[in-house]
């Protein structure tokens, strides 16, 4: 096999570039061991260093690669005259020389755009593309794509394997369809990889595409919408570093299992201080139950949970809790008594709905009203509202007065009230549900409100509510800045289709600008309000500028002849929708396999497990079924001695990994085993949509094992 010609330079030059990385690296460590050196000076000094080191540290964080390439490609662009060339060596990030002269350029700069956009259409100033494939420092192969340029003298076909060259016309579809599909091909770790060697012109174009607005991503199983809007994420990091650094780049996924696999693509591309959340995780100080277990919420209470109006019930509790008081109050002060009348009482609390948006701050107005109200009850001239507050505050007689009409909320208390109260729902559901809907709302009221441990669905009331309360007065009487909802320059969210109205308004309210990058695809929406188009998603998220729908056609990741069995299962569930092209075909078709009798179903699973390890040995495997099956999977498994994890304990990372089909979204195994199709369909609101989620997870093998009759579409 003919080695290409420039194998021996570009094995060279990569060595260089990683000799002038460690360089920089070096050259940091000292730069900081000469910062810590010094800590006397003043506090502005000690200020400037430590600010100083905080971004040394970052830069040694970009400048920590890992086991990722630095180097993966090279473009030769046309210079002055058509017979002169300049080279530009693409990588993860940017290298120079100790004379400051560019190594490696890093691929979100504008000089490598042409890597991933040109083509033999528009060449953007290209005569040859260079794809290298390479693990670790050590170059494995080169694949060249020319421009019309065939006096750049190079002129071998021979793959990839071995060192060897490869040269391909730019006018194909992809680019470097070598090396993508060996990327493709290679086995998965457990964690998702990035992709920023192989990139296509669709996917650079979301990546590239401008900050401002909503951005939407449509794509399909396998198209890298994941990825690409991480990707994304690091480019803008990189183009916008400031002010998107200080501001914050914002990631929510849809679970723990999700935010595990995803966890290590921006780290890979030098971006460490990406916050990565479940939504969940924005609302602290409070606990959560997990999903299924008691006390749950019922499908009908997460469903209304979930609305919009929710917003309106929460609206009228809190204005419900803004009283007048029924009666005078009188009070003995020294020789004399003081007395709030009722009538007074409702002009404060109607002036106070008047001058404050948010609850909480209208506390301290309320009180000095009261205070100054009782004053001016007095008989004594010299009695003033200072006078009143001193004697009485605090006390319980004071304290009744001022909870009557304005009390201090947080969000778990207002909702732990509500649903404790069928009176307080039906009161707080007037012109907006109907009682019977409001007393889905309903649960036994608990001794405590920190003994309350809240549904997920609960998570965007209580973020809701807090919108509405505002962070509870501090000493003094004054709002706690840092107790405030923190707002992202940009947020991505990955499967947003299954958000719920309330969860996207959540959402909405971190945007500091309205700048957002959402991934999902409207076949796979299995939530429990579900959308039917991008227009259902997109009246929640912010509108100051007109969103943008962009969609990826092409399907990398998953086999054509699973892909074929999958999109019978997408016509049933959601006709008119497209599902997108495969570039690959696999080795084998999908495997089916019935099972003798529901009893025997594990065992079968357990046999088809063992075979399929043995057909891609040392590959990724994912056992995904209906929930309630995977403990007598995992005994079965756990009988014959199979080594096996559970995607919720200890997300991909073992070598056979049960799947629970509520959480499989998003992942990608090597090879996959869907077990009973029709309990999937039956157990879940929009179950062929779930399926066909889990038909479509595998890069190289599927098996169905089914006891019961299969769906129609698969029949």
Known sequence: MTQHPDFADEQAYIDHAYECLETSRLAAFKIRDMNEADMGGTFQARFERNAFDGAVVRRLEDLDLGDASLVFGRIDRVAESPDQFESFHIGRLAVADEEREPVVIDWRAPVAEPFYRATGRDPMGLARRRHFSIEGR??????????????????????????????????????????????LERGRTGTLGDIVATIQGEQDEIIRSPQHGVLVVQGGPGTGKTVVALHRAAYLLYTHRFPLEDQGVLVIGPNRVFL????????????????????????????????????????????????????????????????????????????????????????????????????????????????????????????????????????????????????????????????????????????????????????????????????????????????????????????????????????????????????????????????????????QATGALAPDGWDDVLQYLPDRKPPRVIGLSVGYRIPGQIMELATKVMAAATPGLRAPESVRVGDVGPSIVRAPSLAELPDTVRREVELM??????????????DGMLLDISEALTAAGVNHGTATRTGLDAGVTLVPVSVVKGLELDGVIVVEPSRIVSDIEHGMRALYVALTRSTQRLTVVHADDLPAPMR
């Not at 694949?143 to 019309?148: H, K, N, P, Q, R």
């Not at 004399?336 to 002036?351: D, F, T």
């Not at 390890?613 to 056992?623: K, T």
Request: overall charge negative; charged content about 30%.
């Open 138 to 183: 050590n170059l494995l192969g080169i694949e060249d794509e020319l421009f019309g340029a065939g006096h750049l003298g190079v002129g071998h076909d021979d793959g990839l394997d071995g060192g060897s060259g490869g040269v391909v016309s730019a006018d194909s579809g992809l680019r470097g369809y070598s090396t993508l599909l060996a990327s």
């Open 260 to 523: 595990r696999y995803i966890e290590r693509v921006l780290p890979s591309l030098g971006e460490a201080g990406v916050e990565q959340v479940v939504l969940a995780d924005l609302v602290r100080g409070v606990q959560y139950l997990r999903p299924g277990d008691e006390g749950d919420d019922s499908p009908d209470t997460a469903r209304l949970k979930g609305e919009d109006r929710m917003s309106d019930l929460i609206d009228n509790a809190v204005a419900d809790r803004r009283r007048p008081l029924k009666d005078d109050v009188v009070l003995p002060f020294g020789a004399e008594y003081i007395r709030l009348r009722a009538q007074e009482s409702a002009r404060i609390v109607k002036n106070a709905r008047r001058r404050f948006k948010r609850h909480n701050a209208g506390r301290r107005y309320v009180e000095n009203e009261v205070y100054a109200a009782f004053a001016a009850s007095s008989r004594d001239a010299e009695v003033g509202p200072r006078q009143i507050k001193d004697a009485f505050r605090g006390t319980l007689e004071m304290r009744e007065v001022l909870d009557r009409m304005w009390p201090v909320l947080t969000p778990a208390q207002l909702l732990h009230d509500l649903f404790g109260s069928k009176a307080l729902l039906k009161l707080a559901a007037r012109g907006v549900m109907s009682e019977t809907e409001a007393l889905l709302l309903f649960r036994p009221r608990s001794a405590s409100v920190d003994d309350v441990r809240w549904t997920l669905a609960d998570v965007a009331l209580l973020d809701d509510a807090f919108d509405v309360l505002g962070p509870k007065p501090g000493k003094g009487g004054k709002l706690d800045e840092f107790d405030e909802i923190r707002t992202y320059g940009h947020i991505v969210i990955d499967e947003v289709q299954d958000l719920t109205p309330m969860q996207l308004k959540m959402a909405t309210r971190r945007s500091l600008s309205g700048s957002m990058t959402i991934v999902g695809d409207i076949a």
């Open 613 to 626: 390890a043995e057909a891609i040995p040392g590959a990724s495997l994912g056992v995904v079924a209906p």
